[in-house]
């Protein structure tokens, strides 16, 4: 069932090419967005995104692209926090609500709060006969097909293209991006499937820094933009399968407190494409390098030749459509996560004291 592989979240990593080609090919057809009817984002003023652990970073993420594709105001939060602050909801809003199993206690929760309140539930699943599929007012599955491993890998990528795809028809609706631009933007999510297969390629690389990694008490993840949320989605990836303490911080939040932790046995690593924030990120991994923390950045080939100059390490990844970058840097995250839990000699695939559905609260 491991198909050769050592544990399923090394199979389910590294099928992700396969996994998100086959999710992109549900939405995305030669002529446009492919989605179930009823899903128009044009007369809305809110959206809301409610979730839990990894599948709320991927609201995270989507919270910049529907911010930055389609203008829409977009709330998220935590479904254990969103259900009993019952917070008022504008009528003309609609609400998401992202999870895997579709059964998580919390998010079930949020979703029966909202479906009194807002104009449309929508629940973004990977099992598509979960409850909340059945409740909500329109589900849309994720094609991830059945995670085994706890820690969640292709279907967090898989969520964040089925929100990816959800954003580019809320700009659609809402007259910001115009049919040239769309086709560009698919065409940037068509890229994905080979980026990560050359994503992959530095899994060798990574379990070698991973050796040094397993050895550290406190790790940080820095990230900015839609880096950010994936930076926290690096640190709980880490924390739940090696046990070694990590945050993910916003790059511009490390001198607002957490560069007091930063000294010569702390490992800093940092999300960092070439896009347009790339010299800010640059410039709060040098004050992290002035104080001897050791900073592994990931980037792209022109960011490397631009930055590399006193880190400890470098990993490359290819260059991606901008606002698509957290899609193909989750993959360098999880394997981060995963050879330093191998490294460490952890049950990567069932962490302790952990469950791959939460259903109570
Ligand atoms: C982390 C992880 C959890 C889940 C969370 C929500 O790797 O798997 O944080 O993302 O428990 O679960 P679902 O998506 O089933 O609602």
């Known amino acids: 069932e491991k198909a050769g592989f050592k544990h399923f979240m090394a199979k389910e990593i590294a099928e992700q090419p396969a996994v998100l080609g086959d999710a992109i090919n549900h939405y995305v057809k030669k002529d446009g967005l492919d989605l179930p009817e009823g899903i128009d984002f044009a007369g809305l003023d809110r959206l809301t995104l409610v979730a839990c652990g990894t599948a709320y970073y991927a609201c995270a993420v989507a919270k910049y692209w529907f911010e930055n594709l389609a203008r829409l105001p977009c709330e998220i939060d935590v479904a254990s926090e969103f259900r009993y602050r019952e917070p008022p909801m504008p009528a003309k809003s609609w609400a998401i609500f992202v999870s895997q199993s579709g059964e998580t206690a919390d998010t079930l929760a949020a979703l029966r709060y909202c479906n009194e309140k807002v104009e449309k539930t929508l629940a973004v699943v990977n099992v598509p006969t979960s409850s909340m599929a059945r409740e909500a007012d329109l589900a849309l599955p994720i094609h991830a097909g059945v995670e085994v491993g706890v820690a969640s890998t292709k279907a967090f990528t898989c969520q964040l293209l089925s929100l990816a795809v959800l954003a580019l028809k809320a700009g659609v609706d809402r007259g910001h991006i115009t049919e040239t631009q769309l086709a560009a933007h698919l065409e940037g999510l068509r890229a994905l499937p080979g980026l990560m297969n050359t994503a992959l390629g530095t899994a060798d690389e990574i379990a070698g820094l991973a050796e040094k990694l397993a050895e550290a008490q406190d790790i940080l993840f820095l990230g900015r933009g839609p880096l950010y949320p994936l930076a926290m989605e690096g640190a709980l990836k880490l924390k739940e399968i090696s046990y070694i303490h990590a945050e993910g ?32 990120t640059v410039s709060n991994m040098q004050e992290v390098m002035a104080r001897h923390g050791k900073v592994l ?25 901008e606002p698509f970058a957290p899609i193909l840097y989750a993959l360098p995250a999880q394997l981060l996560a995963y050879y330093t839990a191998v490294a460490k000699g952890t049950d990567v695939d069932q962490p302790r004291n952990l469950a791959k559905s939460v259903t109570v609260e």
């Open 249 to 280: 911080y916003a790059s511009g939040e490390l001198k607002h407190g957490p560069i007091a932790l930063i000294e010569r046995t702390v490992p800093v690593i940092v999300f960092a494409p070439h896009d347009r924030l790339f010299d800010k």
């Open 297 to 321: 950045l990931v980037s792209d080939a022109r960011g490397l030749r631009e930055a590399s100059e006193g880190t400890w390490a470098t990993l490359k990844m290819p260059e991606v459509a």
